[in-house]
């Protein structure tokens, strides 16, 4: 039989898609660690992004080939390997019946807001890859594996930003005397966040109609680098991307200060989100993965453990760096996306609780320990990939090869 | 300059995708005897559709060529012509700065949900074909008709059968003491209505991010074949559907009495949906166009006049039939689709009509025009066409080259 759950009913085989990247290399590793047999499928495409736009994570990652030599060194461990685009539906078929997972973590998608917004060629290839990979992954686990459970990374910004609190994927609505429990309804604001507007919707009905088991993790905005895995070896250490493109606001943020740059906060700075610690998304992916829905639910859950402002985080690094001795002050430069600056927000997210999970919370501590990794690398740090260069309103029909120090 | 609105502000050009379809091919018509300057643009791919398939409209429809030609004969207009694929952007960019509208029309979609739930290739070709054209319509309009008002096709079906009355695409919601008006939640129910919550999710964020201005119309099922100007002449004849995969509801019913077979009736019958005339369609297109919203602004109507569950349009055709003295009956057939059989439903439908709309109403009257035309063509029939075919539970990845009699 190709049915892919164990006998025992409990899952024990993890397909990581997206595994070679910042979210999905801890995770892989992660669970490998917790006793699961893990599978990584990669196009490796995120490497060729950096190539192509002349940005570069800040820890001199490994390749996939010697990284998982190394964890196989360090830990006895195997993890098996598929080198390919989930696009390309042969390959994924092959590695899926190959390996039949009971669960399939799907990371691998185009993931930066910014990318999607370079240009018409970049926006389409977001959305392209992103909705047709995950349609992809549901035909292949509804006709191979059709028990699988897959655990999908959302994000919260499909959220946006209401006038009223934020649900964990569905809300209950009163409306002229009859009520009934929607799916949340969604505002997002770029190419990216609106691939995987789709993708929900395009879950939700597969759940429905094919009786598959989904759990859309909204996530939000990661931080930190280190997790137990990742620290055991310089050949296992993880991507930290700080660049206007890939960076995301407090990791950039941090490695601003380490060279003394201004913090790069957009607009007003009263942006607010949902935020989280790296050591959480893996602990978050475990917890889903172990706690499987029923076939044909469809669950949403809010993955994040604080929300902060960019003002808010912009004064924690600057408070964390005086600590170390580090001078550094927020600058206010002109807002490259299209976003409201001050806004109410109030994001339910207690159902991983729930499950087990005890949030890092983002202290002094953990400010130093990302300081710290930053200062390491400081002599990596390319000053010209720290400016915003990609402005949603100017984002053009034309392919930008060649990223300018000054676009906006 | 390269804007397109006249220097008065009224709109008068029109460019209408999907031009040679179905409500496209009477909407061209309409308006250019309404006095607009009209182009088409279509690939002309549903005649593909219908050549790979093996099936037909049952109304003998001329070449595109020869329609436009007969058109300018009988009516001394001409219309321009663009025949490609509005997928290739190359193609797209220069249609519109040649024939710089002041409005574009877009029906040029994939639009059938069985056609969407045929096999793997199918359903990412819908979700492909519909998302990425109107995603290169957007850049198109951003980068050269900023001023351009986007009139876009959707369906009632984006929003499903949720339990509460269905808004004009956004609701106000009251929440633990707050309030914000939303996008109406989303419960699409095939790939093909996906697709349409997609393009939805796009547009929205194009008019916020780049002032765009658009309407999305979120129409019904259409029924009907003529308009004033489609039966002037042979030649300018619409294309009428009634086979499983393109025929909707009611055209489908009027087909099947006027050859004596049972109508099908998917299920218990209750699944209810708003229907409106075709003559309708092209008048609610007008009134959109004549109408435009500011920039920036995502209006959404929804087009309709009437709603109707299954089995009570099958017991008015039942009757009007009789009427032609023909005798015919309702047979429930397993429903190949994942839907609700019984629900609530009740859907706002009042903007269009204050816009000045008069709909036509679903009289017997219309029904036997419907129904005399199914019976001037009774010949044209293939019966092998009518049982559903495509199941939404059984769709696989293997590419189905060949629709059989009975796969469901
Ligand atoms: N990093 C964050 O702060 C954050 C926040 C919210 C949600 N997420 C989501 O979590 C997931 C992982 O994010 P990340 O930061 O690790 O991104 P990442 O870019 O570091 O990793 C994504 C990986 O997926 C791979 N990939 C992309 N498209 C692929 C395809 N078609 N076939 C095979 N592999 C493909 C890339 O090569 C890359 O290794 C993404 O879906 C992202 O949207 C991330
Ligand atoms: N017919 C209905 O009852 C109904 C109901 C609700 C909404 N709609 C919507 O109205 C629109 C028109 O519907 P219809 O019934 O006239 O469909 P149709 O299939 O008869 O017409 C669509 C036309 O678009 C063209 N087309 C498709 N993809 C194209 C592409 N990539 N480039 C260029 N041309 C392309 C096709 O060749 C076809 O001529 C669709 O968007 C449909 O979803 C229709």
Known sequence: SL???????????????????????????????QGYEVAIVDSLVRRLFDEQLGTHTLTPIASLQKRVKRWRDLSGKSLSVYVGDICDFEFLESSLRAFAPDAVVHFGEQRSAPYSMIDRGRAIFTQHNNVIGTLNVLFAIKEFAAECHLVK????????????????????????GRSDTLPYPKQASSFYHLSKVHDSHNIAFTCKAWGLR??????????????????????????????????????????????????????????????????DTVRCVELAIANPPNLGEFRVFNQFTEQFSVNELAKLVIGAGKKLGIEVEAANVPNPRVEAEEHYYNAKHTKLVELGLEP???????LDSLLNVAIKYLDRVDRALIMPDVSWKKVGVKPRTVMSENMA
């Open 153 to 176: 990374l959302g994000t919260m910004g499909e959220y946006g930003t209401p006038n009223i609190d934020i649900e964990e994927g569905f809300i209950t609505i009163n409306h002229n």
């Open 214 to 279: 989904a759990t859309d993790l909204n996530q939000g905005v990661v931080y930190g680098v280190m997790t137990p895995e990742t620290q055991l070896h310089e050949e296992l250490i993880n991507r930290l991307d700080y660049d206007a493109i890939f960076g995301t606001a407090l990791n950039r943020f941090c490695v601003q200060a380490a060279i003394g740059h201004p913090l790069t906060v957009y607009g007003k700075g009263g942006q607010t989100r949902g935020y989280l610690d790296i050591r």
């Open 360 to 366: 890092h919370f983002l202290s002094d501590a953990l």
């Open 3 to 33: 049915s892919a759950v164990s006998h025992s009913g409990k899952c024990s085989r993890v397909m990581v898609i997206g595994g070679d990247g910042y979210c999905g290399w801890a995770t892989a590793l992660h669970l490998s660690k």
